[in-house]
């Protein structure tokens, strides 16, 4: 019987061979090594060969949910992808949170694991149990992260099917490509968006009606209506009223702020920046991920100038790497940045300290004008940070 909380069912699929084989997790497994990094560092430790290419067949690619996602827990609809990873040459992780964590539960499945390569691009579609591997010509080179999922959704006549999908970065085996889903939400670190890419594979969509089935009802329900009640109270205040970028001005305070290229721990303009000042002039909404009382996600609009029609969800991270950590302090340029990253599936962290970290080359002369197709690109050059972009 399967141990409770866990739907159990894992999906080999070998991309080189078009094969795909669904096994039962066995019950120790589940017990041993308890949710998605567990399960995931296991298979890892026991079948990835030591010095495989993280960008070659051979690196296995792991999409993992643990027990949480499909309940009503906050912050439960998690997935984490799992390989070698192609930046750090380490163990590589990155999480995601939306629509995908649910939708995959429900799709019936706790873990695909990917071997192999693609001979053409292909994307995999979970519709409740059958998995079914689909020519992504039309995808391919073709469309960007945020247009793949309505695509998919569009051609499933399904707006509730989630998709994580990579652009550009991934398909170019970019080693800060990340991978984006829901359009805000992104498995940005370690460059799993690249490793997608190196086996041909554009995205991944989920739908299903499995439901879970938890050990204790009873106990379980007051532990969630606690945890409930929790998430809406004070401790998660700063998420749900600010979102992250409150901590512009805290980190300010604590000197601590990023700023050019990390020399400098505060800056007279991060009150521009602030969380404060992004919710009176650029927030149009807060969104939440599936099942999640706590709403961090705040969608911004730019208004004016050359980037205005530009949205993103905004997070501290983000705005410090593509803002003040660059010398940039104009939220429609932050925006703007941010949202061709998501598009084009570039991690926002590491894409933003690219850009100041050549800003510094730049004005140190290691690097020239010539070095970036002709784009000045001097600490705080707006235009050069959204064009570098
Ligand atoms: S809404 Fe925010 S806090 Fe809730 S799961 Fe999503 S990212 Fe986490």
């Not at 069912?9 to 084989?21: G, P, S, Y």
């Not at 497994?29 to 308890?34: E, Q, R, S």
């Amino acid at each position: 019987m399967m141990v409770k909380g866990y739907i159990g069912k894992c999906a080999k699929i070998d991309l080189t061979k078009d094969k795909v084989e669904v096994v039962n997790l066995p019950e120790e497994y589940l017990k041993d090594y308890i949710g998605g990094y567990g399960f995931a560092a296991k298979t890892l430790w026991d079948e990835l060969k030591p010095g495989t290419d993280p960008l070659s067949p051979d690196n296995i690619l792991i999409f993992n949910i643990g027990p949480f996602p499909g309940t009503y827990l906050p912050t439960s609809s998690k997935y984490g992808v799992f390989a070698r990873s192609p930046l750090t040459g380490l163990f590589g992780m990155a999480i995601s949170s939306g629509s995908v964590g649910l939708q995959m539960r429900q799709a019936g499945l706790q873990q695909i694991v990917f071997y192999g390569k693609a001979s053409k691009p292909v994307f995999l579609f979970v519709d409740d149990g059958d998995i079914q591997i689909h020519d992504a010509k039309d995808y391919w080179g073709k469309l960007d992260s945020w247009q793949t999922e309505d695509k998919i959704r569009e051609e499933f006549h399904d707006e509730r099917i989630g998709v994580a999908a990579i652009g550009k970065a991934g398909e170019k085996l970019a080693r800060i490509a990340c991978i984006t889903n829901d359009r805000n939400r992104q498995a940005g670190r370690t460059g799993m968006g690249a490793v997608m890419g190196s086996k041909n594979l554009k995205a991944l969509a989920f739908h299903g009606s499995h439901q879970v089935e938890v050990a204790k009802p009873k106990e379980w329900k007051a532990l969630a209506l606690d945890l409930i009640k929790r998430a809406n109270g004070p401790s998660t205040l700063k998420y749900r009223d600010l979102g992250t970028p409150i901590n512009t001005l805290n980190f300010q305070k604590l000197g601590c702020l990023p700023v050019d290229n990390f020399r400098e721990g505060t800056s007279d303009r991060a009150n521009e920046i602030s969380g404060e000042t992004m919710a009176e002039k650029w927030v149009i909404k807060k969104a939440a991920c599936s099942c999640c009382p706590i709403a961090c996600d705040h969608l911004c609009l730019a208004k004016e100038g050359p980037y205005k029609g530009s949205i993103s969800s905004v997070d501290f991270e983000s705005l410090f790497a593509l803002g003040c950590c660059s010398g940039v302090y104009d939220m429609n340029a932050i925006i703007k940045a941010i949202e061709m990253c998501d598009r084009d599936t570039i991690d926002t962290i590491s894409g933003g300290l690219c850009v100041s970290f050549a800003m510094e080359c730049y004005e140190k002369g290691y690097l020239k004008k010539e070095d970036f197709g002709g784009i000045e690109m001097n600490l705080g050059n707006v235009d050069g940070m959204v064009k570098f972009v």
